[in-house]
């Protein structure tokens, strides 16, 4: 990708890799609890996550925006944000082949152990030559176990350098808009870590994500949205100045015009 590209995309990369970061947590961990519940994981899940080159699922995209952003720049904000970059596309990156070796173990899980299974009760003969065998089905749960537990912690830590990193992207309108829209499924995965994640884009002034959000809505000529965004942060008591500013604004301009409340 050229750097023009990249300097110009750079806010909706950013976006782009935290919405499908939450995509694939959330995914992952609901396997998490399939695993726990049934003792086994969905092969079709995981491919529909993971793609093929042909058709890319959603953590493949997510590999490659994390390579666009963190290894095709020198960083935004100096050099600290530069290495904590690499080391969420090394996180990103990691997850990602780890969940390659997952959808394997889940395909012989899902297939070939319950091949083995079925083969094994066509007859006694069949049976006792098939017992060797039987440990292999045990073998690859415990693998997937540990798979997903190695994807799950891996994109913990990749969660905790993304805030450490979020810092340059304050000023993302695109962003912001994305966390107000999104911000159930922004809490459900960053979890305890989501104070921390409001806190490194706005640090004192949360407030400030909604006036964002409403210059997105805006610059997109969407104000009617710009409008119910800043209405519902006044209700929660969560406008600063310019978000009133402007909410007093859009509400002058629907008076004039004598559009419908």
């Not at 995965?189 to 409001?198: G, H, I, M, S």
Request: charged share 25%; net charge negative; proline share 2%.
């Amino acid at each position: 990708m050229s750097n023009y590209r990249l300097a110009s995309n750079h806010e909706f990369f950013l976006r782009d890799l935290l919405r499908d970061y939450c995509t694939v947590y959330l995914a992952v961990d609901e396997q998490v609890r399939r695993f726990r519940r049934d003792g086994n994981v969905s092969y079709t899940v995981l491919n529909t996550l993971l793609g093929e080159s042909s058709s890319k699922g959603v953590f493949w995209r997510l590999k490659d925006t994390a390579h666009y952003l963190f290894r095709n720049e020198e960083g935004t904000g100096g050099a600290d944000y530069a290495a904590i970059g690499r080391l969420v596309d090394w996180c990103i990156g990691y997850a990602f082949h780890e969940c390659c070796k997952l959808r394997e173990d889940a395909f012989q899980g899902q297939h070939y152990a319950m091949r083995l299974m079925q083969l094994s009760r066509a007859d006694q003969r069949t049976m006792k030559l098939a017992a060797p065998l039987e440990p292999l089905g045990a073998q690859t749960a415990e693998s997937c176990e540990r798979e997903l537990n190695r994807i799950l912690n891996v994109l913990r830590e990749g969660m905790r350098l993304l805030v450490l990193f979020l810092p340059s992207a304050s000023d993302n309108c695109s962003l912001a808009r994305w966390l107000v829209t999104q911000q159930e499924r922004v809490r459900q995965t960053f979890q305890d870590l989501y104070p921390q994640l409001v806190h490194a884009l706005y640090e004192d002034c949360p407030q400030r994500m909604f006036t964002l959000a409403a210059v997105d809505f805006m610059d997109c000529g969407r104000t009617e949205e710009a409008r119910f965004w800043l209405g519902t942060a006044r209700e929660m008591g969560s406008l600063d100045e310019d978000g009133a500013r402007m909410l007093h604004a859009l509400d002058s301009v629907r008076a004039q015009t004598g559009s419908p409340s």
